[in-house]
């Protein structure tokens, strides 16, 4: 059966790295935010490196996940001292789950408060696509999927929760995803 592949991409206001008050805020949500979503029906894996330091996203080893990559159109830092992005690279045993997953509980709560933490978005700031039960998805092509949304639109390839597609590449529909701003 074919697993969803979910790259989220964003640029942070400030460097992760900043102790200001936002940034502080944002990374100390982050942790429990993720957690909570490990444990969501629906939920298969995520994409973690091994122990790090904050920010120091490029250097590390994501293992299967593959290199560390990021889209073309982010033009901030990239050492733990600048970097300001956050991104994530998830699976999921479909749309339903991974959109409630999204859009209720803590993640939504935190999606109230991203204008404060993230730049406003002139990109696709996610792209879900299939891959194959024995295939873990990587960085690159999550950021490749990305880029081929921004640049095509919806389509099998790569879209979004608002405009899905089912395995079979055939339009679907998630319920709850027209009304709730989720693109």
């Not at 206001?13 to 969501?40: E, V």
């Amino acid at each position: 059966m074919p697993r969803l592949a979910l790259y989220t991409f964003g640029a942070l206001k400030s460097p992760l790295a900043d102790p200001a008050p936002p940034t502080r805020d944002f990374h100390d949500r982050a942790g429990g935010i993720y957690q909570r979503i490990s444990r969501h029906p629906g939920y298969l894996a995520h994409a973690e490196a091994a122990e790090g330091e904050r920010g120091a996203h490029f250097e590390l080893d994501w293992g299967a996940w593959g290199e560390y990559a990021v889209p073309d159109w982010y033009g901030k830092g990239r050492t733990p001292e600048t970097i300001a992005l956050a991104a994530t690279l998830s699976l999921w045993t479909g749309l339903q789950p991974a959109f409630d997953a999204v859009y209720t509980g803590p993640h939504r709560e935190a999606l109230t408060r991203r204008r404060d933490w993230f730049e406003r978005a002139t990109h696709p700031t996610h792209a879900c696509w299939w891959v194959a039960d024995d295939v873990t998805p990587t960085w690159r092509e999550g950021v490749s999927r990305l880029e081929h949304l921004d640049d095509h639109g919806p389509a099998p390839h790569a879209f979004t929760f608002r405009h899905p597609f089912d395995p079979e590449g055939t339009p679907a529909r998630i319920s709850g995803a027209a009304a709730d701003g989720s693109e």
